[in-house]
């Protein structure tokens, strides 16, 4: 059985910051797995934000947060995290954390084994 759970979502004004962090609780190590990010707004459908190989040398991101968010892994901790910078409204959403074996289409959210209840990230205007 794996478990992910985010923390550090809540609410900043537009061109704040915001870090959120996923714990993995599995048997397998941690390092096993490719993490990444992903976040769903009211109405639209869940999309890709980040991800993150299992040595954290490789990050990549969606265009839309590249050069605002960065992802990093500390496999000593079983954590993943997404520091979130210059904030916009539409990057409200709840942000989720998923879990999978290392593969392609590390942005299509369908190749997630695992997946936590996700945090709310809200950025007004």
């Known amino acids: 059985q794996v478990q992910l759970v985010e923390s550090g979502g809540g609410l900043v004004q537009t061109g704040g910051s915001l870090s959120v962090s996923c714990v993995v609780v599995?048997?397998?190590?941690?390092?096993?797995?490719?993490m990444g990010w992903f976040r769903q707004a009211p109405g639209k459908e869940r999309e890709f934000v980040a991800a993150?190989?299992?040595?954290?040398?490789?990050?990549y991101y969606a265009d839309s947060v590249k050069g605002r968010f960065t992802i990093s892994r500390d496999n000593a901790e079983n954590t993943v995290y997404l520091q979130m910078n210059s904030l916009k409204p539409e990057d409200t959403a709840v942000y989720y954390c998923?879990?999978?074996?290392?593969?392609?289409?590390?942005?299509?959210?369908?190749?997630?084994?695992?997946w936590g209840q996700g945090t709310q990230v809200t950025v007004s205007s």
């Open positions: 993150i190989d299992w040595s954290g040398d490789n990050a």
């Open positions: 599995s048997e397998r190590a941690f390092s096993a797995y490719t």
């Open positions: 998923g879990a999978r074996f290392p593969g392609s289409d590390y942005d299509e959210d369908y190749t997630y084994d695992y």
